[in-house]
């Protein structure tokens, strides 16, 4: 019978790499907060990605993996299983197909960097979003009305069954936040994003316009948070109601639990304050949910994702 103390061992044979335990979550997440992971692993190659969760699959051992952890809010007990860290970073420009092709460990800001030097439009509005373009798939990123999933041709898969599959962007469900992903198990490997020639100035011009409006909107770089904690509400025509201005009518400014607060400049940023728990954070979301709620009869979705101390993508 295989045991759980026995998935080290299986794990160096299948994929030739060695697995670090109780690594501490809070170091990977931007919010800075979690507890231990039983396992942990950081892959460097699409191959290793594809190694690594083939053998968590096949020995039916938990696995969770993560990008930049710019989105997530691990549990303060952390996590009993495998924590596979993406850093699988590769770009590759095909001329003649107009296709800008990323390993799924690669940032955003070096997807951004490379387009302004090689004077290649269309993914300014990344510029700024903190994590990798595998996370951005799956909770399709955006900023100032666009969003990754607008420029995916098509995005190679590691599926639930361990296959490698390519899927287009039509069969990806990509919506507000949100991504086939989400719904089904899948392992982003590698992203194709339609890009166009253009002016490298005008690129750049662009892109730094977008990290002004940032700046002036968002937490000083380095604090310690997970982006906005709502996404915004949808109304049936489509449009959609900034959940920071809902949540400043409801009297959102001003509170907090425990070290977790509301950053005063933006009332959708829930902040560490400096040694903030989960449970304070989310104790104080349930909080914000349901003054906005009482209020307007809105409930607030979150677009933070708890990561469970047994969440799996097995
Ligand atoms: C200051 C700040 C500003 C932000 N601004 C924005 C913004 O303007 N717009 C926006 O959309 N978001 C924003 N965010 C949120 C965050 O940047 C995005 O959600 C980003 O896409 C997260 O990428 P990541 O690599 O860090 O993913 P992670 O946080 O590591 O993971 C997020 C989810 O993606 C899954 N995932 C990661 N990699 C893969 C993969 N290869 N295959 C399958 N699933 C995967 C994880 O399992 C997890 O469920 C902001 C965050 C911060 C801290």
């Known amino acids: 019978m295989k045991e759980f103390q026995d998935f080290p061992a299986f794990f160096s044979r299948e994929t030739g790499l060695v697995l670090s335990r109780d690594v501490l979550l809070s170091v ?6 979690g507890g231990p992971a039983d396992y942990f692993i950081e892959v460097k190659s699409e191959a290793e990605l594809t190694a690594a969760v083939r053998a968590a699959r096949k020995f039916n051992f ?6 930049g952890g ?13 924590m596979i860290r993406n850093r699988a970073s590769s770009l590759k420009f095909i001329e003649e197909k107009g296709i800008l092709e990323v390993a799924s460990g690669t940032r955003l ?32 990123a955006g900023a100032f009305g666009q969003a990754i999933g607008d420029r995916v041709d098509e995005v190679k898969l590691l599926t639930g069954e361990g296959k490698e599959k390519s899927l287009r ?13 989400k719904d089904h198990p899948g392992i982003v490997l590698k992203a194709s994003l339609r890009v166009e020639r253009d002016d490298r100035n005008r690129i750049q011009k ?6 002004t409006q940032r700046e002036q909107k968002h937490p000083p770089e380095g604090t310690a ?8 509400p949808v109304l049936p025509d489509g449009s959609k109601i900034p959940a920071g201005r809902l949540l400043e009518q409801a009297g959102a400014r001003g509170m907090r639990v425990g ?13 560490n304050l400096g040694g903030a728990t989960c449970r304070e954070v989310l104790a104080l979301a349930a909080e914000l949910k349901e003054k906005v709620q009482r209020q307007t009869g809105i409930c607030l979705q979150e677009e933070v994702i708890y990561v469970r101390a047994d969440a799996s993508m097995l």
């Open 109 to 140: 800001a070096e997807v951004v960097n490379l387009a302004v030097s090689e004077g290649l439009g269309g993914l300014e509005f990344l510029a700024g979003i903190p994590g990798t373009v595998g996370g951005a798939i799956y909770g399709n």
């Open 70 to 82: 710019y989105n997530l809010l691990f549990d303060d007990t952390g996590y009993r299983g495998l």
């Open 169 to 181: 962007q039509s069969e990806l469900g990509f919506g507000y936040r949100h991504s086939f992903l």
């Open 206 to 211: 662009k892109v730094e316009d977008y990290l």
């Open 28 to 33: 990977y997440s931007s919010f800075r907060i």
């Open 259 to 271: 070290q977790a607060a509301v950053y005063p400049g933006h009332c959708n940023f829930i902040v």
């Open 225 to 232: 948070c997970a982006g906005s904690y709502f996404k915004n």
């Open 62 to 67: 938990p696995f969770y993996v993560i990008g």
